[in-house]
């Protein structure tokens, strides 16, 4: 198993499995183990990249743990694993670069990895719900320095919140995006600048948190404002 970079990821469900990314140069791994049972081997199965750096994604109800692996700047592969009787079941692969679900796991959250899209993509066939490129997003799309990074949350079913960089800085700005248009509803002010990659997901129900490595603060956020997620166009008649 590869000792650099990256490194081994892990998640510790709370049915007491022990998921555990593996990067090897031969073949990635995924192992889950039973932490009630003494660290027994519960499933392992061999993976279609070779030395990723992987984020593990886990549903609300812990129906489904999702597994986001990116092998360089233009690659990623995503996956979505169940499991029944302390076992690994099966696992589906992904067209979308997964970033976050819904708590109910019907929808995902995809991100751009090279592909320019940015997508809301059905958690049961992953077929897109709906799909913008995301230098066409309003007020952003047309900035030369525009970048969106791959860290997202989704807010709650109707809401998920992305972030964006306009210029050269540190900083990024944090969109809420509704699930319907993915058009912007509104710019997050939270009076602080915040770091690229901020964003954390915080299981959905309106929450979610930001993070800043550099000063090591978690801070988590809750949607208090009304929003009306507005019909595409519809500015445009007024």
């Known amino acids: 198993m590869s000792t650099g970079w990256p490194r081994p ?26 932490t009630s049972g003494g660290g027994t081997e519960v499933g392992r199965r061999p993976l279609q990249t070779a030395e990723g750096s992987a984020t593990f ?9 999702g597994l986001h692996i990116a092998v360089g700047p233009e690659t990623c592969l995503s996956y979505r694993w169940t499991t029944g009787d302390r076992r690994l079941v099966a696992g589906q692969i992904l067209n979308g670069c997964l970033a976050d679900t819904n708590a109910s796991g019907s929808f995902y959250l995809s991100m751009p990895h090279g592909s320019g899209w940015i997508a809301i993509r059905d958690g049961a066939d992953d077929s897109v719900r709906i799909e913008r490129r995301y230098d066409d997003i309003p007020e952003f799309g047309d900035s030369d320095d525009y970048r969106m990074y791959e860290t997202g949350a989704v807010v ?21 995006l509704s699930t319907r248009t993915l058009r912007p509803q509104t710019v997050m002010d939270y009076g602080i600048d915040m770091p690229q990659n901020s964003i954390l997901s915080a299981g959905g129900h309106g929450r979610w948190m930001t993070h800043d490595a550099r000063l090591g603060v978690v801070r988590l956020w809750q949607l208090r404002e009304p929003h009306t997620d507005e019909v595409e166009g519809q500015l445009g008649l007024w």
């Open 57 to 65: 994604v886990l549903d609300a109800n812990r129906q489904h743990v």
């Open 9 to 34: 990821s892990c998640h510790l469900a709370g049915d007491d499995l022990l998921w555990l990314f593996l990067p090897d140069g031969a073949g990635d791994q995924l192992v889950v183990l039973d």
């Open 156 to 176: 709650s079913d109707d809401w998920v919140m992305v972030g964006v960089a306009t210029d050269q800085g540190d900083a990024e700005q944090h969109l809420l």
